[in-house]
């Protein structure tokens, strides 16, 4: 069989397996609202992947992901050269925070890799992440995660989540991620992941943590790894 037709049947199988997953749901009686939300959520991810998998070539980084300020702190500790980018398109006020002072379509891409590697994927700082379709107990959907390591096509990150953990000894607790709403999150250490930027959701808020969260991460994964 050429690999034309072995394509063609795969996505026979996938096509009939998809409609009789959304079927089995839909024809019930009385309908099970709960399983046809579970199958529409599966839809709407099997959606989002398969444009991951297509664009992943050509994917590139939203120039509307580029932050309209940086606070001084952030850039004294930017590298030279990352200065230099940074200063191209920022204005300092006499607060010492830097305001975008340009059009952000108008920045080439080379230099919006550059900023938001620099501004954005930063460690402490937390993103909102699709993390895909859980299976059992997974963790799946929609959801902040905070960046421990930025290797740059591919971040290491700890998923949070609003939900309070049954084993406290390897969660992290976070009361305040600053630039969200004011709730209480948890990262379970067991659910550090690497993840493509592709899976990066650029138009929601971007928020971060204190230092004392990352140490209590280095800590508790020192103490993990020793059992």
């Keep these: 069989m050429s690999i034309l037709k072995s394509a063609q049947s795969s996505l026979t199988r996938c096509k009939n397996t998809l409609q009789q997953f959304y079927y089995?749901?839909?024809?019930?009686?009385?309908?099970?609202?709960?399983e046809l939300k579970q199958r529409m959520n599966y839809f709407d991810?099997?959606?989002?992947?398969?444009?991951?998998?297509?664009n992943e070539?050509?994917?590139?980084?939203?120039n509307n992901a580029i932050p309209g300020k940086i606070n001084a702190f952030i850039y004294k500790y930017l590298h030279k050269d990352k200065r230099i980018t940074v200063d191209k398109y920022y204005r300092v006020n006499s607060a010492g925070d830097y305001f975008l002072s340009?059009?952000?379509?108008?920045?080439?891409?080379?230099?919006?890799?550059?900023?938001?590697?620099?501004?954005?994927?930063?460690?402490?700082?937390v993103i909102w992440v699709h993390f895909g379709?859980?299976?059992g107990n997974e963790f799946g959907g929609k959801h902040p995660a905070l960046i421990l390591k930025?290797?740059?096509?591919?971040?290491?990150v700890l998923p949070l989540s609003t939900q309070t953990p049954s084993q406290l000894a390897i969660n992290i607790e976070i009361d305040k991620v600053y630039g969200f709403p004011l709730i209480m999150r948890w990262g379970n250490i067991t659910r550090i992941v690497p993840?493509?930027?592709?899976?990066?959701?650029?138009?929601?808020?971007?928020?971060?943590?204190?230092?004392?969260?990352?140490?209590e991460v280095d800590e508790i994964l020192k103490k993990h790894l020793k059992l």
Excluded: C
């Design 24 to 34: 089995e749901a839909a024809d019930a009686t009385p309908i099970n609202q709960e």
């Design 45 to 54: 991810w099997i959606y989002l992947k398969t444009g991951f998998v297509n």
């Design 57 to 62: 070539k050509i994917f590139t980084i939203p």
């Design 102 to 125: 340009t059009k952000k379509s108008s920045v080439p891409q080379s230099d919006v890799d550059t900023l938001i590697h620099s501004l954005v994927l930063r460690r402490g700082h």
């Design 133 to 135: 379709f859980n299976v």
């Design 150 to 156: 930025n290797m740059k096509n591919v971040l290491s």
């Design 195 to 215: 993840i493509s930027i592709q899976r990066i959701d650029f138009n929601n808020i971007i928020g971060s943590v204190r230092n004392n969260v990352l140490k």
